[in-house]
Structure formats: structure tokens, C-alpha cells
């Protein structure tokens, strides 16, 4: 019980994390191409240079278009993104119950033979059991959401409503956030693509690749290799340094302290 609900916070605090980091990203990115394209578009309507009588509307039109996105852009893109945590998380959640009960099973059925038996005989072990799993350790996840909180703010931004501001002072806010973040990675985490081409690029993916660094999308058929179109170069953690904690002290699940002003 106690490994299958470690599972269960874990794997809910790794999704979140991941896909807030992504998330972020994604609306920083639109949020830029939506300015642009005003900056754009501003000085068409105000001087109506160059523009014909058919002209004008449609400029005019993709005006208010672009100002109704950018209205509802930053509750679209992280609306969007919860559900993504929430799908990729109930995704993964049943898979690790299932082999932490499988992995319970195993130990509870090897522990019950009596001693004298072990000595006799030695148990086969089956090609296809699973490997034991240990409870996972919420210390790791913990550290990187404090280290998150302390650059980049990242815990009081998403606990934040943001419906009392205006869309660019939430681009703001997510300016510095993205920074901060962007920073503690650098210092605690090294990340390094799977692919080295440019996405758009065609590359062969062969024979025995690892299916947990590539995921095949599209027509897949018979066997590899696998040609096909690079859409996303994924990433895998070279490096991680995290701060060292005491041999044998129990789980901190702080991230942030109060903070008290005395007077």
C-alpha cells in the first residue's frame, strides 16, 4: 500500500513539474508571436499605406482575430496543459500499482519459504517476473520543486489566480518565472537530445532502438528499421546534482518555508 501511493504522489509530481516547465514555454513562445504579428499589423491600419478598399478588412479583421487570442491565450495554453497532466499522469499511475502489487507478491511469496527448503533447493526464478521495486523516494521531486520555488517562483505563480491581471502582466510574470527556472535547470540538471538532427529531418531509426527514448507516431508497419521525420528531438538527463541529504533522516516534504516578519 505504502509503495503504490509513493507511486502515485511521485508520479503525479513528475508530470506536473515536467509539463508546467513545457507549458510555460509554450505560452512564452506564443505570447511573443502574437506581439509580433501586431507589431505588425498597427502600423498597417493606422497609416492605411499601400492597402486597397479589399485589403483593408481583411487586415482589419485578423486585428481583432489576434486581440481575441491574445484575450484568452494564457487560460487556453495552461488550461490545456492541465489536462495533458492529468491524462499523462492517470496514464501512468495504474502501470506503476500494477507492478508495485506484482513486486509485493513476489517478495511476500519468496519470505514465506522455510528456511530449510532455501538451503535444499534454490527457487527458479521465472525469465519473465518482474524486477523487486523499492518505494520511490519523494526527496528528489521535493528538492527540484524547492529549488523551482526559490529561482524562478514557480509555486506561488501557479497558485496564483490569474484571473485578476491582465494578460501582459502575466507575461511578465511569466518572463521572470521562465528565467529563474531556466537557470536552476542550468545549475542542477543537464539535458542532452536524443536525436542530434534538426527537427524536420529525415533519420532511420534501427533495428533494437529503445522504445523508451522513441516513440513512433504515423504508419508503422512491419519491422525495423524505420524511416521517417524527426518532429521532436527529445531529451534524457545527462547530469543532475541535487543537494546531499543526512544518511537515516526521515523525508522532508517542505518545499518553501513561511516566511514571518517579526515586529
Known amino acids: 500500500m505504502r509503495a503504490k501511493n509513493g507511486w502515485t504522489a511521485f508520479s503525479f509530481i513528475t508530470c506536473f513539474l515536467w509539463n508546467?516547465?513545457?507549458?510555460?514555454?509554450?505560452?512564452?513562445?506564443?505570447?511573443?508571436?502574437?506581439?509580433e504579428m501586431h507589431r505588425l499589423l498597427d502600423p498597417l491600419l493606422a497609416s492605411g499605406t499601400g492597402l486597397s478598399e479589399n485589403v483593408r478588412p481583411a487586415v482589419a479583421g485578423m486585428e481583432r482575430l489576434l486581440s481575441e487570442l491574445n484575450k484568452y491565450l494564457a487560460s487556453a495554453v495552461f488550461a490545456t496543459g492541465g489536462i495533458v497532466t492529468l491524462l499523462l499522469w492517470?496514464?501512468?499511475m495504474p502501470q506503476g500499482r500494477r507492478l508495485a502489487?506484482?513486486?509485493a507478491v513476489n517478495?511476500?511469496?519468496?519470505?514465506?519459504k522455510p528456511v530449510a527448503d532455501k538451503a535444499k533447493k534454490q527457487p527458479k526464478v521465472e525469465a519473465s517476473s518482474p524486477p523487486e521495486l523499492r518505494p520511490p523516494s519523494f526527496q528528489s521531486a521535493v528538492q527540484m520543486l524547492s529549488i523551482l520555488q526559490r529561482e524562478g517562483r514557480l509555486i506561488d505563480f501557479l497558485q496564483e489566480d490569474l484571473?485578476?491581471?491582465?494578460?501582459?502582466?502575466?507575461?511578465?510574470?511569466?518572463?521572470?518565472?521562465?528565467q529563474g527556472c531556466r537557470d536552476a535547470l542550468s545549475e542542477h540538471v543537464e539535458l542532452k537530445p536524443i536525436y542530434?538532427?534538426?527537427?524536420?529531418?529525415?533519420?532511420t531509426v534501427a533495428p533494437g532502438f529503445d522504445s523508451r527514448a522513441v516513440r513512433l507516431t504515423g504508419?508503422?508497419?512491419g519491422n525495423p528499421p524505420f524511416k521517417g521525420v524527426l518532429r521532436?528531438?527529445?531529451?534524457?538527463?545527462?547530469r543532475m546534482e541535487l543537494p546531499a541529504t543526512p544518511a537515516g533522516a526521515k523525508e522532508d516534504l517542505i518545499v518553501a518555508p513561511a516566511e514571518v516578519e517579526v515586529q
Request: hydrophobic share 50%.
Open 20 to 35: 508546467l516547465i513545457l507549458v510555460a514555454a509554450a505560452y512564452y513562445v506564443a505570447r511573443q508571436v502574437l506581439l
Open 90 to 92: 492517470l496514464t501512468l
Open 101 to 103: 502489487d506484482r513486486a
Open 107 to 112: 517478495s511476500s511469496t519468496v519470505s514465506a
Open 163 to 178: 484571473g485578476a491581471y491582465e494578460d501582459s502582466q502575466i507575461g511578465a510574470a511569466v518572463r521572470s518565472i521562465h
Open 196 to 203: 542530434r538532427e534538426t527537427e524536420g529531418d529525415a533519420v
Open 219 to 221: 504508419n508503422v508497419a
Open 232 to 238: 521532436h528531438r527529445g531529451w534524457r538527463i545527462a
